[in-house]
């Protein structure tokens, strides 16, 4: 699978060592930058290429880090078709359940919130898990994607 990936200075490095880990598991991952370490950059020149090749790539996924994620999410939520969910530490049921009942596409975390073990696994949670596709969530995401 296609797995894009972004962030901005402050998800640098924990990106780095994700794109790694994705690649451990058998995808392809597709790195929209930054590719240096750079203090002043600013998240949305990163996020939207990932939401938008998301958007683009039917049945790829995205991963997107910053600071604390919600400017990320919010980001990538603004590209027609993506729904991007935030994981910024805790239990990992809020991954599963933006896979399984919103089909969520991209995830952003909030890299000072995470740890890198459990940014990997709720990275693993959101590749393996399916969406359940019945009917009241298709119902509900196709509400949101047609608003």
Same mark, same amino acid.
């Given at each position: 699978m +296609?797995?894009?990936i972004g962030s901005d200075h402050a998800g640098f490095g924990l990106k780095e060592e994700l794109c790694a880990y994705i690649s451990s598991l058998g995808h392809l991952v597709i790195d929209k930058g930054p590719y240096e370490l750079n203090a002043s950059d600013d998240y949305p020149d990163y996020i939207f290429p990932v939401a938008e090749a998301v958007a683009g790539d039917e049945g790829? /996924?995205?991963v997107v880090l910053g600071y604390s994620g919600q400017g990320e999410a919010m980001c990538a939520n603004r590209v027609r078709g993506v729904r991007a969910a935030l994981y910024a530490g805790g239990d990992t049921e809020i991954v599963l359940l933006a896979r399984e009942h +919103? +089909?969520? +596409?991209?995830l952003s975390l909030g890299s000072r919130f995470v740890t890198? /073990?459990?940014?990997k696994e709720a990275v693993r949670l959101f590749l393996e898990t399916e969406f359940t596709?019945?009917?009241r969530h298709i119902r509900r995401i196709t509400k949101l994607d047609t608003h």
């Open positions: +296609n797995i894009y790829s /996924l995205g +919103n +089909n969520a +596409n991209v890198s /073990l459990s940014a596709r019945e009917e």
